[in-house]
């Protein structure tokens, strides 16, 4: 079956800092999602990725699909304390519909 | 605000216990799913429905876990004999339609004693 892997695991940076977290699946990419989750919430949508190449960006946060590398990366620009949280990357296993699997999550933490 | 409301909030039940979780969507959606996610571990697919049938399911979800949508509104998860590794939080989500974005709950927290 499919895994997402993502890194680093945990990340704190300094507020005002750029910082990048990545996603990499074992198998082909068939679309990817960014979500976002507080400690005891929710998952929030963030963005979805659906072609090669493809970056969308939504405030200080982009995203980038590296289809061939089955990767994907997100990366925000000048942290602040409100993007702390567990962001989570997506992806359909085998494209199978709703099966949507997750890797383990990045826990940021910026600092003010 | 979430798009999807989930109650309880928190669940405290014995081991072997029946327990119903619940999700009221705000608008009419005919894909949804329920996710479970361990302390400490990823969030894992549960199963999805469709039209009022499951479409699909993971290995998870064994003869102790059944879903309905009894009166075209709520979506119910039921665990019939709740055991302690059922602990976890239990998420439901929707879908606007095929391959768009899960939109998620915030969440039942289950704590099996």
């Known amino acids: 079956s499919q895994e997402l892997e993502q890194s680093p695991q945990s990340l704190i940076v300094q507020e005002g800092k750029n910082l990048t977290i990545n996603c990499t699946s074992s198998?082909?990419?068939?679309?990817l999602y960014w979500y976002k989750q507080k400690y005891g919430e929710g998952l929030i949508f963030l963005m979805m990725?659906?072609?090669?190449?493809e970056e969308k960006s939504h405030e200080k946060i982009t995203a980038k699909l590296d289809e061939k590398k089955q990767q994907s990366s997100l990366h925000i620009t000048a942290s602040q304390p409100s993007h702390a949280g567990i962001y989570l990357c997506?992806?359909?296993?085998?494209?199978?519909?709703?099966?949507?699997?997750f890797g383990k999550g990045t826990k940021l933490s910026v600092k003010p | 605000e979430p798009e999807v409301t989930q109650t309880p909030s928190h669940q405290v039940t014995q081991m072997g216990q029946e327990v119903i979780l619940r999700c009221v969507p705000i608008s009419n959606h005919l894909y949804f799913y329920w996710y479970r996610q361990i302390l400490g571990q990823k969030v894992e697919f549960l199963v999805s429905?469709?039209?009022?049938?499951?479409?699909?399911k993971s290995e998870i979800f064994d003869d102790q876990f059944s879903v309905e949508r009894p009166d075209g509104s709520n979506f119910t998860l039921k665990i019939r004999s709740t055991k302690l590794e059922d602990s976890a939080m239990y998420f439901c989500?929707?879908?606007?339609?095929?391959?768009?974005?899960?939109?998620f709950g915030n969440g039942t927290r289950l704590t099996v004693t």
């Open positions: 989500a929707r879908e606007d339609r095929g391959n768009s974005p899960l939109h």
């Open positions: 997506g992806a359909y296993d085998g494209g199978s519909q709703g099966n949507l699997i």
């Open positions: 990725l659906q072609k090669g190449g």
């Open positions: 198998k082909t990419l068939y679309g």
């Open positions: 429905f469709y039209n009022n049938e499951i479409s699909e």
